[in-house]
Antibody
């Protein structure tokens, strides 16, 4: 059973940078044609896709956040990470990491439990 | 960016009833549409992809239909565990993947 677990600070000050890590169990991030992404959900709001990285290191970003976001992967540690710069209150959200579908790349098939990050 | 709009915002239903949720895309997404279920305090769960294919382990009472710009998610005989928020998501043109704002299915 694939498991993903987000980790990182739960409280960040405005203007600081946020770094989150997703730990992946059972299957490594070694090349295998999978896509790994981050999605966030502001309190009481809907879902917003942030960024995705594939097993070959290609990255994909939401244009609305692209100037402040970077996604990376550490295959040796089975993790991938998100960095969001210059956060403000609007970045307060539950951040989810997820694995895209193996054959249907556009869907998010496996999700972590989420991590609430508050900017204050 | 493709905008995805769901209706209604909230649906009040009784257990055992049939439920139909709607999702509309601002331009054609072919059949590249997915549905997710999210319960309070939980991550979303993939229900349907390709507009009509159930994900692994999803009960047969969940079905999806549509193509182009109009899609529906139907839940036959609503169970107590089905009360949740449902999101649709297009992936025909990603990035970015875009989600609808959700439909909350609540107990009547």
């Amino acid at each position: 059973q694939l498991q993903l677990q987000e980790s990182g600070p739960r409280l960040v000050k405005p203007s600081e940078n946020l770094s989150l890590t997703c730990s992946v169990s059972r299957r490594s991030l070694s090349p295998g044609n999978f896509y790994w992404g981050w999605v966030r959900q502001s309190p009481g709001q809907g879902l917003e896709w942030i960024a995705t990285i594939d097993d070959y290191g290609s990255t994909y970003y939401n244009p609305s956040l692209q100037s402040r976001v970077a996604i990376s992967a550490d295959t040796s540690n089975n993790t991938f990470s998100l960095r969001l710069t210059s956060v403000t209150a609007v970045d307060t959200a539950v951040y989810y990491c997820a694995r895209h579908g193996g054959s249907v790349r556009g869907v998010l098939a496996h999700w972590g439990q989420g991590l609430l990050v508050t900017v204050s | 960016e493709i905008v995805v709009t769901q209706s209604p915002v909230t649906l009040s239903v009784s257990p055992g009833e049939r439920v139909t949720l709607s999702c509309r895309a601002s331009q054609s997404v072919s059949s590249n549409l997915a549905w997710y279920q999210q319960k309070p305090g939980q991550a979303p769960r993939l229900l349907i992809y390709g507009a009509s294919t159930r994900a692994t382990g999803i009960p047969a009472r969940f079905s999806g239909s549509g193509s182009g710009t109009e899609f529906t998610l139907t839940i036959t005989s609503l169970q107590s565990e089905d009360f949740a928020v449902y999101y649709c998501q297009q992936y025909n043109k990603w990035p970015p993947a875009t989600f609808g704002q959700g439909t909350k299915v609540e107990i009547k």
